[in-house]
């Protein structure tokens, strides 16, 4: 019976997938964000948190998260 549910959440999330316009706008937002890196502006979330969000102390705990990986390099 688990199995059946499995196997049938497995089916719907296969069809959701092979979508086109999910696909659509998944390839939209991979080639906006393509072109924004190769900008130089940043990323979407960048933008966003530049232009909507006040999530000061999450940015700093992106920055410290990416100093450290930068580091471990």
Known sequence: MIFNFI???????G?????WPFLFI???????????IMS???????????????ASGDLASLEALKSAVVSFK
Do not use: P, Q, R
């Not at 049938?8 to 999330?13: D, G, L």
């Not at 990323?43 to 232009?51: A, E, G, P, R, W």
């Open 26 to 36: 998944i390839a939209v937002l991979c080639i906006t964000e393509a072109a924004l």
């Open 40 to 54: 130089g502006s940043g990323t979407i979330v960048d933008l966003y948190h530049k232009y909507y969000g006040s």
């Open 15 to 19: 069809k959701v997938l092979n979508w």
């Open 7 to 13: 196997t049938k959440a497995a089916i719907f999330i």
